[in-house]
């Protein structure tokens, strides 16, 4: 930094100090401007809804920090590449508004940080109701000139005066989007480094509508060249005319004196840093490019925060991005393609192609989804009972027949199962007509179990087990009206086992797996 600099900067912050405390309050010192500054940051954090969370009021961080750190995170994340992590360094925009021609970085960049941005956005007053203005434009212009070292300026007020006469003729845009001025250079320079010819065997433009409803240009458009000395000419002639413009641009008075200098590379053997001050061109002095400049380096307007959010600790944010994001799905619906298995808005068209509803179910999953909770509830009902409960259930129908009546009955009353489709039965009996009674023990002849059970051989004996009892006739059940009830063919064919034997099909799937796991001796012998 040149002397000039320096004494440009302390002429800022005495500006600034006597119009917040007063020209007799001390502020002499570094120690007392860092204070001026962080005092700066931490009101223009709190009048952007900034607020401190319990963890950061412990570990005694201000809202100016917090505030610089955002910046600084912003400034790294204008180079992150997606997919990568984010750069440990943060560097100012390059061209077209400023060479990457930095001699002590590999890449040419110059750095930046959150702290320089927002001490240079104190500097030049930013952050007043009138932001970028000319005035603040032309003290950034001025602290250029007085980097660069021309011997022609011997002292401020000669520089003074040539930053007014060559700016007398200026005014400054108020364009937005679009319209703005930096839109407009920064789409000029794309076009001059990415020069591009009319096709060789290209159509004339014409205008198509897709089946998709959208319009767009077919011919009459232009390519890249390809060619690279012919595209390295190019590039060089639409920079020329580039700069040319800016120049043009910028209405300087007849015979006006373009600065010349620049401090070549140095490196300070104490501090080991180095020093570089890049040599002036003419079109810097266009004022329009240096607000543009000015913009994209320091930052425009700064967005309000919510204080409640703000002060959110990461966890909370997350639970919070969590509910905020579950709400906005439940409004705009979607569902899974059954083609590509990518995601689809729910759509009048696309419910009637996909036989979806409005929350973007099939009938299928309706059931499913309709089914499960009360079927769980039964599962779990039927667990929680007693040894004597649990064989009044296998005395009833098994457990398949218990569930179904519970879980299917409660959750499916209506159009698609009622009343009328389920049926009462009398005990279970033996071939004599007798009442068979359940019982616990190793060697029990009906033994009571939670599920039908299987043949077992013993000592090469055949012990039949309860579903063969039902399917020989030495279990018997009929309906409270005498009809037989036959269990064997109930159970086959029983919905749940049409459920069991889907999802069999394809097993590997995770809910098909837990459902298996769960459920696939409910209906079966085991």
Do not use: C, W
């Not at 900067?9 to 500054?37: A, T």
């Not at 070549?264 to 002095?285: H, N, R, V, W």
């Not at 579903?467 to 059940?477: A, C, I, M, R, W």
């Amino acid at each position: 930094m040149s002397l000039f600099d320096k004494l440009n900067n302390k002429r800022y912050d005495l500006q600034e100090i006597e119009k917040k405390y007063g020209s007799g309050s001390g502020g002499s010192g570094n120690s007392s401007q860092e204070e001026i500054r962080q005092k700066y940051k931490d009101d223009l954090a709190k009048k952007k809804g900034y607020s401190l969370n319990p963890t950061e009021k412990k570990k005694g961080v201000r809202l100016g920090d917090k505030l610089e750190k955002d910046f600084d995170k912003g400034a790294k994340l204008q180079d992150k590449t997606i997919g990568r992590r984010t750069p440990s360094k943060a560097y100012a925009q390059g061209e077209p508004f400023q060479s990457n021609d930095n001699p002590f970085d590999k890449k040419g960049k110059y750095p930046t940080s959150g702290k320089s941005i927002l001490n240079k956005r104190y500097q030049f007053k930013i952050d007043s109701p009138e932001g970028i203005t000319k005035d603040n434009t032309k003290a950034r212009l001025k602290t250029r000139l007085g980097n660069v070292s021309d011997p022609k300026f011997k002292d401020t007020g000669e520089l003074n005066k040539y930053v007014d006469d060559v700016t007398k003729n200026q005014k400054l845009s108020t364009a937005k989007g679009k319209d703005s001025t930096l839109f407009k250079t920064l789409k000029k320079y794309t076009a001059a480094t990415e020069p591009t010819q009319k096709g060789k065997y290209g159509k004339p433009a014409r205008m198509v509508k897709g089946k998709d409803g959208v319009i767009r240009q077919y011919g009459g458009g232009n390519v890249p060249i390809k060619n690279a000395k012919r595209k390295a000419a190019a590039v060089e002639k639409g920079l020329q005319k580039f700069d040319d413009d800016l120049v043009k641009g910028a209405n300087l008075p007849k015979g006006t004196y373009i600065p010349k200098g620049g401090v070549p590379p140095y490196s300070d053997i104490k501090t080991q840093k180095g020093t570089y001050t890049a040599p002036f061109k003419a079109k810097e002095l266009n004022l329009q490019y240096k607000a543009d400049k000015l913009k994209l380096d320091y930052g425009g307007r700064i967005a309000n925060r919510d204080p409640k959010i703000s002060g959110m600790t990461a966890a909370q944010k997350k639970k919070n991005y969590e509910k905020i994001k579950a709400r906005i799905d439940k409004k705009n619906p979607t569902f899974k393609s059954p083609v590509s298995g990518g995601k689809l808005p729910v759509t009048p068209e696309n419910m009637k192609k996909y036989k979806v509803n409005k929350q973007g179910f099939t009938k299928g999953q309706v059931f499913r989804n309709t089914v499960k909770k009360p079927l769980m509830k039964g599962v779990n009902k039927f667990k929680s009972l007693g040894l004597r409960g649990k064989a009044g259930v296998i005395g009833a129908t098994a457990v398949g027949a218990y569930l179904g009546y519970q879980a299917i009955k409660k959750g499916l009353a209506g159009p698609t199962l009622k009343d009328k489709d389920f049926t009462a039965t009398k005990p279970i009996q033996d071939r004599s007509g007798k009442n068979v009674k359940f019982t616990y023990g190793k060697d029990a002849k009906d033994k009571a179990m939670p599920y039908l059970t299987k043949d077992k051989i013993i000592k090469g004996k055949t012990i039949p087990g309860s579903l063969t009892k039902f399917k020989t006739g030495d279990y018997k059940v009929a309906t409270k009206s005498g009809a037989n009830y036959n269990v064997n063919d109930r159970i086959k064919n029983s919905a749940f086992e049409k459920q069991l034997q889907k999802a069999e099909k394809n097993p590997n799937k995770n809910k098909n797996k837990d459902f298996l796991k769960k459920f696939k001796n409910a209906t079966r012998p085991t």
